[in-house]
């Protein structure tokens, strides 16, 4: 079957470093991908690439069988793609209702059905962003995700920075969003959430692919886990 | 406590009430003053409406100059009625925006601030060397909107005060909503981080566009009604200093906050006439001031005020 997202080989420069040599991955509909690696590995950049926000110079994304070249980044969203990034990326100044209004898109989760699934958020609907703690933050950039009603979530980190309690509740919630067969490609420094989530585990070393299989694999593979994540 | 946004319409209804008060009750000479204040409030406005989104032009009397020449023109060398030259004025400024648009706002910061200089530059030296609209002699006999139908005779000195008061304020109103409304929210999100709005799948360029054409037609109304009442066109009005003049009236009265700009504009009008009545140099003390301004309040003075009522949007 064709999967929903393939990214072939590509090359991403950030000014003249070479920072992707050539990363590949795929993600079928429904399946939860973890990008795993050191810091500076490329998985920022991987999802980066893929929004277009450093746009590769070489290689292919294709979303749903269409080729994502030339795309600006919010042709790429609007082709069903959200971004949930690193620190969260709320509007400080805007409510928690107007972050949502403002990428609300498409059918399935309204800003109210986000609200029934997310009542801390709910609780804090009229409070602006700067007043939201980190892990409220964090759900608020997940709601914000959804209401955009995407086909592919990609999550930059979404426990970086919080307390383990507050983790646990972001990872019920992600649970949660997988049961509903949303597909995601997760970013994680925390192996044991991505272990957790993940269907297939793809391990980036220095701009490139070292490992990639199920998840389960990856836990028994101990040279894999100490040479590129170091656990 | 009150909402940010509560405040800030609590301020402009105290204007409004302050500006009609004076238009009824104060001499000839301060109803002018307001009616001057009233319309570059407008033209605030416009500028103040298009910071939303993050961009400062310093070039926006370009846009007032593209309604008062296409007003002044068509009433005084077209012989069109001043209701017909209204309408292509704003018509003007949102087609001349759009189209300045295109280029400008692919800038932003200091590129936006020297391109949209650049343009109104060009439409400044177009204006001040070609004797269509007799150049840098500028041209008179400008009428006014005729509403006897409805007997409003506008060459009243109060009346036209009042009039163009009510307009500043249906104007600030539209754009108080417009600002709440998803699409201006969307604009303030672009001016705190235009890269996570596009990742959200919002077209900055697109936003920004429509912002600025918004803009230019509130600008060329602004400019329409300001040749009106001087009943004069000339160049300067759409020169740099025009369109310093406006940013200092935003910047003093508090950028992003709309209010601001009105209150800004009536206090450089009223500060303009108070030191050049009583010092040949008086830019020399409006410059000290603005100053003093910028340092102590950098936000202005709404902004300053709405600070003190909390982080609360």
Not at chain 1, 128 to 139: D, F, I, P, R
Request: with cysteine.
């Amino acid at each position: 079957m064709e999967p929903l997202l393939r990214v072939d080989d590509i090359q991403t420069y950030l000014g003249e470093s070479h920072i992707l040599q050539g990363v590949s991955l795929e993600a079928q509909a429904g399946e939860v991908v973890a990008l795993l690696g050191r810091n500076g590995a490329g998985k920022t950049t991987t999802l980066r690439s893929i929004m277009r926000i450093t746009p590769p110079r070489g290689g292919k994304v294709m979303f749903d069988g269409q080729d994502l070249a030339g795309l600006k980044t919010h042709a790429v969203a609007r082709a069903g793609i959200a971004f949930v990034q690193e620190q969260r990326a709320i509007f400080p100044s805007l409510t928690v209702e107007e972050n949502l209004i403002i990428a609300q898109r498409g059918e399935g989760w309204t800003m109210e059905r986000v609200f029934d699934e997310f009542p801390r958020v709910a609780a804090r609907r009229r409070n602006g962003g700067a007043q939201l703690s980190g892990g409220e933050q964090q759900m608020l950039a997940i709601a914000r995700a959804l209401v955009a009603n995407p086909r592919l979530i990609l999550l930059d980190e979404p426990s970086e920075g919080l307390a383990p309690i507050i983790v646990e509740q972001i990872l019920e919630l992600l649970l949660k969003l997988k049961a509903t067969g949303l597909t995601m490609v997760l970013v994680e420094q925390s192996f044991a959430l991505a272990m957790a989530l993940a269907d297939r585990a793809v391990v980036l070393g220095k701009g490139r692919v070292r490992w990639s299989g199920a998840a389960q694999e990856l836990r028994a593979a101990d040279d894999i886990r100490h040479a590129w994540l170091g656990v | 406590m009150a909402s940010r946004v509560f405040l800030r319409r609590v301020i402009g209804a105290g204007l409004l009430a302050a500006a009609l008060a004076g238009c009824m009750l104060a001499s000839y000479f301060t109803q002018d003053l307001i009616a001057e204040a009233a319309i570059l409030a407008v033209f605030a406005l416009s500028l103040d409406f298009l910071a939303t989104c993050g961009l400062v032009s310093f070039g926006h009397a370009g846009l007032l100059g593209v309604g008062a020449y296409a007003f002044g023109g068509l009433t005084v060398l077209a012989g069109y009625s001043p209701g017909t030259a209204l309408a292509a004025a704003v018509l003007g400024g949102l087609i001349v925006a759009m189209a300045a648009g295109v280029f400008a706002v692919r800038t932003t910061g200091a590129f936006f601030i020297m391109v949209t200089l650049a343009m109104a530059e060009m439409f400044f030296s177009w204006v001040f060397r070609d004797r269509t609209f007799k150049g840098a002699d500028g041209m008179g006999g400008v009428p006014r909107l005729d509403l006897s139908a409805i007997g409003v005779d506008l060459n009243d000195a109060s009346t036209f005060a009042i009039f163009v008061v009510l307009l500043c304020a249906a104007i600030w109103l539209a754009l108080e909503f417009l600002i709440v409304s998803p699409f201006g929210r969307t604009l303030d999100a672009i001016r705190q981080n235009a890269g996570r709005v596009s990742a959200l799948g919002g077209s900055v360029f697109a936003y920004r566009l429509a912002a600025f054409t918004i803009s230019g037609g509130i600008a060329a109304f602004a400019g329409a009604f300001k040749v009106q009442h001087t009943n004069f066109l000339s160049p300067d009005l759409a020169g740099w200093l025009a369109s310093g003049d406006v940013l200092i009236a935003v910047v003093i009265g508090g950028i992003g906050t709309l209010v601001g700009g009105i209150l800004g504009a009536a206090i450089l009008v009223f500060l303009k006439d108070f030191l050049s009545s009583h010092f040949g140099h008086w830019y020399l003390f409006l410059g000290a001031i603005f100053m003093m301004v910028a340092i102590g309040l950098p936000r202005g003075i709404v902004g300053w005020v709405l600070e003190l009522r909390g982080k609360r949007p």
